[in-house]
Structure formats: structure tokens, C-alpha cells
């Protein structure tokens, strides 16, 4: 069982529609992750937040708004998606720099 | 800027057969080297890593050994079996590289194990 927990693990939104992905660990770690994988492809990094603040942004479009509650939880707010954003979005965390990530099974979004 | 070329297969394989999945990478500084695994539907899962040269990563049968001289971090495992089969991921960490949280990685090798 993977320590990264995330929900929905599927998701099927309209172009007008609002909704949020969430994210989980309670190993301790300190930076938490966003990444996006189209298919047959790695991931691309999309947020890093380092002790609840947001530390790295790769220049992704405001469509996508991330959210770090607490030390726990990370949450990625999405509104006005396009149908090239259906993708598999990961969230990862890791407890320190270079350590290695721990990764959720993702959740599974299709834009319409 | 920091690299990872992997060989991107398919690579299609009998049980019990050897695998060896090439990783070559370009640095600025020394990276910590990982292989990462992902099995169909699921998210990625560290399968061993090195942190400096020589270093030898093993887990579940597989291994790779960080090569300075060549810039190669090879996966090898001497006899796979069908649950083997996933897209396996060479990624690097390089602090001296501006970003300490940068995972820099191969584009994926999918391993198909036939029985």
C-alpha cells in the first residue's frame, strides 16, 4: 500500500466545472509535490512545497491553484480546464532535499 | 542543464531471462541516481538509488551501480519474471543544479515479461 494517499482516484469534469484534487502522508515529510504524466511519458513537475510554502512553480497556467493546509495535506484547485490538461496527476513527498519521493497512485482526470 | 537518456524500448522478454535497461546522464554537479518503477494504473515507486560513485542500488533482485567514469547508472537483473512487467524510470537529483527538489528523469522503458 502506498503512504501517499490521494483522492478521487478518477475524475471526469467539463470545461466550466470547478473541483479539487487532494492529497495525503503521514510519514513526516516536509516537501510535498505536484506532478503531471501523459501517457507514455514521465512526470512533469508542476509545484513543490517545502515546509508549507509554495518553493518551486513551473510557470504552470493559473488554472491549476495549489493548496498547502498543513504539513499533511496538499490540495491542487482546477477551474476552466482544457481538454489537453487530462493527464494522470501525482502528488509526492519526500523528507528532505535529494531524499527520494514517495508517490500516490495518482488520480486519473479527463477533461470534456 | 541535467540529463538522463535511458533506452526507451519496448523491451519484451521471456521469464527468467536477463534484463539490462541502459542509463547514461549529463550533471553539473554529483547527482544522487534512482530507478523508479510504475506498474500499469499505479503511481511511481523508488526501486533503488546510489548517492555517490560506485555506489551499488539493489532491491528485489534488481541492480545498478553508479559509474562516474561512463556517467551510467544500468539496471540489471538476472532473471525477471512476469510481475516484472512496468515502465521503469532513471532519474537524477543534482543539488548543485539550482534545485534542491528537481527530479530530472529518463523518458521510461516499458518491460513486457512473456511466460
Known amino acids: 500500500d502506498t503512504e501517499v494517499t490521494q483522492t478521487p482516484k478518477h475524475l471526469v469534469m467539463g470545461m466550466t466545472n470547478k473541483k479539487s484534487l487532494k492529497c495525503e502522508q503521514h510519514?513526516?515529510?516536509?516537501?510535498m509535490y505536484w506532478y503531471k504524466q501523459k501517457a507514455k511519458k514521465p512526470p512533469e513537475l508542476m509545484f513543490v512545497?517545502?515546509?508549507?510554502?509554495?518553493?518551486i512553480n513551473e510557470s504552470v497556467p493559473s488554472r491549476f491553484s495549489p493548496e498547502c493546509p498543513n504539513s499533511s495535506l496538499l490540495n491542487l484547485h482546477l477551474h476552466a480546464l482544457q481538454p489537453e490538461d487530462s493527464a494522470l496527476y501525482l502528488c509526492?513527498?519526500?523528507?528532505?532535499?535529494?531524499?527520494?519521493?514517495?508517490f500516490g497512485n495518482g488520480t486519473r482526470l479527463t477533461v470534456t | 542543464g541535467d540529463s538522463v537518456t535511458q533506452m526507451e524500448g519496448p523491451v519484451t522478454l521471456s521469464e527468467e531471462a536477463f534484463l539490462t535497461i541502459n542509463c547514461t546522464y549529463t550533471?553539473?554537479?554529483?547527482?544522487?541516481l534512482f530507478w523508479y518503477v510504475q506498474y500499469p494504473g499505479e503511481g511511481l515507486q523508488l526501486l533503488l538509488k546510489?548517492?555517490?560513485?560506485?555506489d551499488k542500488g539493489s532491491n528485489k533482485g534488481f541492480e545498478a551501480t553508479y559509474r562516474k567514469e561512463t556517467t551510467s547508472f544500468h539496471l540489471e537483473k538476472g532473471s525477471v519474471q512476469v510481475s516484472d512487467s512496468a515502465v521503469y524510470f532513471c532519474?537524477?537529483?543534482?543539488?548543485?543544479?539550482?534545485?534542491?527538489?528537481?527530479?530530472?528523469f529518463g523518458k521510461g522503458t516499458l518491460l513486457t515479461v512473456n511466460p
Open positions: 532519474a537524477l537529483s543534482d543539488p548543485s543544479g539550482g534545485s534542491n527538489y528537481k527530479l530530472t
Open positions: 546510489a548517492t555517490k560513485a560506485d
Open positions: 550533471a553539473t554537479g554529483y547527482p544522487s
Open positions: 512545497y517545502s515546509y508549507e510554502k509554495l518553493s
Open positions: 510519514m513526516g515529510h516536509r516537501a
Open positions: 509526492a513527498s519526500s523528507d528532505q532535499r535529494n531524499s527520494p519521493l514517495h
